[in-house]
């Protein structure tokens, strides 16, 4: 008969780690990170947010970034979600296919017991058309649900620079779709000829529902942005319309190719930044349905919390 | 009586302007620039061409350049076309409605008589819910009608940074569709999560078909951008693939746009870069009609040529 196996003394470590008197909670995406210390109750005590995200932290500099973050927000097991699990971020860790599930990002985490801390793993979908992954917004949308903050079963939305619709099917994330929305107005706004007009902020106003229109009517996305630069030519089109109108085709767009995945008369989750969930949800109104709006982040502490706990 | 009016020196020297020994035929765009020096018979004798694009020229040097272009190509009357007549070129010139026909362009020509040059108008298009402009392409698109190289009747695309699709009626252009095509490309390839996979060269393969097929679909460009990136990291596509996809779907989408103006079973019209009008080639082919590619070279030629005969 075989031996048994050896347990290697690193997944002891893990096996022992141990979430009953707190954590760091740590959303790190490519450019930004959010830091939270949470006590044994799972309330916040200290949060921490900067621009150090994975993009500018050198291989082999994560283990001196947590210290560091430890210093100033306790020594407490680390569960981290975001880019930080990419091939870009500290430790790759996998993707969980759909229908995935919080057990299923349980199941996936990627250990770092020297570290003593956990990696959430991303989320894949794959079909014979279609392929999509997400890193970070899942912890969100399964925390949204497994807290109650949307219902277990429903069409969520997650504004972003690319933004994610997701199908929840009794809690778990049964389908998703990205789209480059968010990126697409910052490479206007940088580095287009519309850029110079591109800077005013955004609001929910007439030039944005125009915008909204147009793009959630299926109009196509570059022949608008076109007559964007045409309308400040010949018509009585303002640098303080072309910021909302741009992005409200954007966004449009984005909730014409979302609401597919609605299903009649169902309100519509948006989870995420609150300057950006208003936004969509009144893009989301103009067509007819109404939202309930969730702060990504008491989403993302849920999820967490609910995965410290069954980590343990 | 009032005294009839003093016509200013300036003018009478316009009036003079004498194309019946030949002229230099300028496409001055936003980054390049092709100058050619045409004698009496029409036939080019010399040509130029650079990146000393209207970008590239300071406010005041404009004089400096084309005393530099007659160096090179002779002491000819100028004739340009292109961004050189634009709020951020040498002199603005205005721009002529649709419909506009070659007699339009002589009519708005923007004449320079101290320096012996002429800058052709652009062609704009106005309707309650649609504005459009376009500088150089007017040029080409009359010039092709002019000389032959295309019906006086039919749809033409002329495709490229902002590529444009007009319907010709008469020899003239009756609307006009611009599409940012090119420029999101450029876009994409300098500045996304995508540009490190899309330095590849792009040839009419099975990866830009594919491309083709969904953008022509009409699938969102935000949601189809983001899935490149998914299938680089799920699926077996590689850079070589996603370079010649995304140009596809640009161009598939853009195809779709266009095509809204053809009428049934004409063949369209491909006027431009020949590398690009073989792209657009391939792409409108795939939607089961057949096309004319024509050099731009040759229809700038003809156009400039057209109007030199109207101007004297």
């Not at 996305?221 to 319309?241: I, S, T, Y």
């Not at 109104?285 to 309930?292: A, K, P, Q, W, Y």
Request: hydrophobic fraction near 45%; charge should be negative; charged fraction near 20%.
């Amino acid at each position: 008969l075989p031996k048994p196996v050896t347990i290697p003394a690193a997944w002891e470590l893990v096996r022992t780690m141990d979430f009953a008197s707190g954590w760091i909670a740590i959303d790190w995406g490519t450019t930004n990170r959010r830091a939270f210390a949470v006590d044994a109750g799972g309330q916040v005590i200290a949060r921490h947010a900067d621009h150090r995200g994975i993009t500018s932290i050198p291989a082999g500099e994560f283990p001196a970034e947590v210290a560091s973050l430890r210093d100033m927000l306790g020594d407490r097991p680390l569960l981290m979600a975001g880019m930080v699990g990419s091939n870009r971020g500290w430790v790759e860790a996998p993707y969980v296919p759909c229908p995935a599930r919080l057990d299923s990002l349980v199941r996936g985490a990627m250990r770092l017991p020297d570290h003593g801390a956990a990696i959430v793993p991303g989320v894949s979908y794959a079909a014979e058309d279609r392929f999509d992954v997400m890193r970070g917004e899942e912890v969100q949308l399964l925390g949204a649900a497994a807290e109650g903050l949307i219902p277990a079963d429903c069409l969520a939305c997650h504004p972003g620079t690319h933004a994610k619709w997701a199908r929840l099917s009794n809690g778990g994330i049964e389908t998703f779709l990205t789209i480059m929305t968010g990126e697409l107005f910052a490479l206007l706004k940088g580095h287009s000829i519309l850029a110079p007009q591109l800077g005013a902020r955004v609001s929910a106003d007439a030039a944005f529902f125009s915008g909204v229109d147009r793009g959630s009517r299926g109009n196509a996305l570059a022949a608008e942005l076109f007559g964007v630069r045409a309308r400040m030519l010949l018509d009585d089109f303002g640098p303080e319309q072309a910021s909302p109108f741009v992005s409200g085709l954007l966004i449009g767009q984005d909730v014409r190719s979302g609401l597919v995945f609605a299903r009649s008369d169902e309100p519509i989750a948006v989870i995420g930044d609150p300057q950006l969930t208003a936004l969509y949800a009144a893009a989301i109104g103009r067509t007819g349905r109404s939202c309930v709006e969730v702060d990504g982040e008491a989403a993302f502490l849920g999820g967490i919390k609910a995965i410290a706990e069954k980590l343990q």
